[in-house]
DNA sequence: TAGATTGTTAATCGATTAACAATC
DNA sequence: TAGATTGTTAATCGATTAACAATC
């Protein structure tokens, strides 16, 4: 079994992306396509959809393009999407119930087992059938059920200390919502979500076509 | 008034964590700091840190490195913080109300002016002291309020339709939380969070991890 | 002045696109 | 077989890093 070939960053990223374009058009019953057709769908190259796929093998035939519902399974594979992945939510605010209630996370094998806060109030409040706990029981809840993600939904100012005390009780992954840069070891994934960079890039954006605006305006 | 140079994608994403760090060093009171002592806390050559900010002039001193106040704020000049503004949320549910109650985001200027849903039930309800509007009476808001962006928290199969409503009536910038790729005129900003497929991605990790550990085992 | 550190040019690295031979 | 389209190599483009002269 030689793996091995590292993959970019950048492939991964956009791995999700032909993930969810495949998937419509499993739904539209498309049963195969070319890199050309689907590049037109996407907006990019066919060339870079090409290069993408084969960073895992072939999974297109000459003359034909790629079959639809075997290169769906094939990258829902790469995803991980085939497994189970159980996770916690440790944050019951807002936005922790916010995605408790995702229900879409489910289908993808993104198993809600558990939701913790710091609040005493929240205590034995249910989310979607779920009750919340408190963050005293986690060691316990850990031990006892096999958890792969947690989900950190916590403020920044106790994100940081709750991420080691995730990973003392062995979490090896986690998707992170807090504006802060974990610290975390080298075999800890971890996935950050900083919405307020996104809203600034937007903010960016909207500013920067302002300043266009104007300078037509003064020109 | 020669702005003209076009800043690459790759440098407005790091530009909101300059300004978080930058931010911490404020809080702090740190006066100034060299691209080196900034390159060892956040992990970045400190080559690349002086190259990024000289995209927007020079706001260094030899011998002397950046003041910090006056760096966080050319940096939030840039990234329109400076300027207020005006936000509405489409979609009531879960995460829009979650992100209605999030108040961090008024400390930097997008300011909540209005909530708005398709389904009656959640009609008149509050959030954070603002209600919850019918999408029939947008036209007429937009008409009487100056609104910049646009915050789209509706499931996908209703998003689109309503993205080209809110062009219809004067929005310029979205921020989309639906997963699917808005189909927009090329003057409207969109800012995308697809939250599934940030998910996807750590599941990829995660499986990578798990795959590399196995072929350990089996050596 | 000497030391520190930027701004900036040049070198390297990686990612994207183009081209085309292989092959279904 | 002829046409279509992939897989893959080569060329281009862009982004990152290294190096150092300019200058505070």
Redo the contacts between chains.
């Keep these: 079994?030689v793996?091995a070939k590292q993959i970019s960053k950048a492939v991964?990223?956009r791995?999700?992306?032909y993930?969810?374009y495949l998937g419509e058009l499993l739904e539209e019953n498309v049963e195969r396509i070319s890199s050309n057709d689907l590049s037109r769908k996407m907006h990019v190259t066919a060339s870079q959809i090409r290069q993408d796929l084969n960073n895992f093998g072939g999974f297109g035939q000459q003359g034909y393009g790629y079959n639809v519902k075997y290169l769906y399974t094939e990258i829902g594979k790469?995803?991980?999407?085939d497994?189970v992945?159980p996770m916690i939510i440790v944050g019951a605010?807002?936005?922790g119930?916010?995605?408790a209630?995702?229900s879409?996370?489910e289908k993808?094998g993104?198993k809600l087992a558990g939701i913790f806060d710091v609040n005493p109030v929240l205590e034995g409040i249910s989310v979607r059938g779920i009750e919340i706990r408190m963050i005293s029981e986690l060691p316990e809840f850990l031990k006892n059920n096999h958890i792969?993600?947690a989900i950190l939904t916590l403020p920044k100012n106790k994100a940081g200390e709750m991420a080691d005390i995730l990973i003392r009780n062995g979490i090896?992954?986690i998707?992170n919502f807090a504006?802060i840069d974990l610290d975390t070891p080298g075999?800890v994934?971890v996935?950050n979500?900083?919405?307020?960079?996104?809203?600034?890039?937007?903010?960016?954006?909207?500013?920067?076509?302002?300043?266009e605006q104007d300078?037509k305006n003064?020109a």
């Design positions: 079994m793996e991964i990223k791995l999700p992306r993930y969810r790469i995803l991980g999407l497994t992945h605010g807002n936005l119930q916010a995605l209630n995702y879409d996370f993808r993104f792969e993600i090896k992954a998707w504006h075999d994934i996935e979500v900083h919405l307020s960079e996104s809203l600034m890039r937007l903010s960016y954006n909207l500013s920067q076509y302002q300043r300078e003064n």
